[in-house]
């Protein structure tokens, strides 16, 4: 549910907005889901004014709900009232300098990372044309930046286009991947197929990638389950100095090779059953 990015909602508004998720949100508790469920607003838009009215108010009435925003934070007043910052990987990395990740983080904030079109070359993105491994690679980077999450604003932005792919033609396709100027691809990881929907080879990848990511976080616990390391920080810093880095150290220096990210992987699989089969 996007609760918009006017400067300043009025009292009307505030209201509907909180009838609208008044009619969803017991469904959401009744099926058990409710601790994955969020609200968003302010695409790409920081409001001092709106973002404290409009989530306080939801704040207030339903403080499970988490509230998202896809900017990023400035201080107070509004950083009390964010649960979830998505932002593009320039903006995290800035906000990564500025402390503000270091500062809200240990609170329970929570900070995603969002591609756009303004995540051009050598930062990673999925385009169409941006090597094929940066759809997997940008989870190592996730780790080694501490993102909690990743926002994609669209995968079957195919739905805007006229004709479904025909599977049994063959290989080759009339299908026009063009999203905005300069960005094939952007929000399309899905196709439309005349017999269903037609994964991308990038969203395979991105597949990879978070299964990569969750050997990552599985050696980070066996680390500290075993005594190697003494906590949380300890397991990443063991993690990322030992095999994320080599894969990337931030979003613009970071690996093209598929087989130093393949060995990685092993290493860290193979770090995994060493670590299982210890006592």
């Avoid at 240990?106 to 930062?123: D, E, H, I, N």
């Avoid at 929000?187 to 991105?206: D, E, T």
Wanted: hydrophobic share 40%; charged share 25%; proline share 6%.
């Amino acid at each position: 549910f996007n609760v918009g990015w006017p400067a300043k909602f009025t009292d009307e508004q505030v209201k509907a907005r909180l009838k609208q998720i008044e009619a969803v949100w017991k469904k959401y508790e009744e099926a058990g889901v409710a601790d994955k469920a969020y609200v968003y607003g302010f695409d790409e838009h920081y409001q001092e004014v709106a973002i404290p009215q409009i989530y306080g108010a939801i704040g207030k009435e339903f403080p499970k709900l988490k509230r998202a925003v896809s900017t990023g934070p400035r201080g107070k007043p509004a950083d009390d009232f964010v649960d979830i910052w998505t932002m593009s990987l320039g903006t995290y990395f800035a906000a990564m300098q500025a402390g503000h990740i270091e500062r809200l983080q240990p609170k329970g904030v929570q900070f995603w990372l969002y591609l756009s079109t303004s995540a051009a070359p050598p930062r990673p993105n999925w385009w169409i044309d941006s090597p094929l491994i940066e759809s997997r690679s940008l989870f190592w980077l996730a780790y080694q930046v501490d993102a909690d999450g990743c926002l994609y604003y669209f995968i079957n932005h195919a739905i805007k286009k006229p004709s479904p792919i025909d599977e049994e033609a063959g290989p080759y396709t009339k299908w026009d991947p063009h999203s905005f100027p300069g960005h094939n691809g952007d929000g399309h990881l899905i196709y439309a197929g005349k017999s269903g929907p037609v994964p991308s080879v990038r969203m395979a990848n991105i597949r990879d990638g978070i299964e990569d990511y969750e050997y990552l976080k599985a050696l980070e616990r066996l680390l500290i389950k075993k005594g190697v390391v003494k906590n949380q920080a300890e397991a990443r810093k063991h993690v990322k100095e030992q095999y994320v880095r080599y894969v990337g150290t931030n979003f613009w220096i970071h690996t093209h090779e598929a087989e130093l990210l393949r060995a990685m992987r092993d290493r860290v699989a193979e770090a995994i059953e060493k670590l299982n089969k210890s006592p």
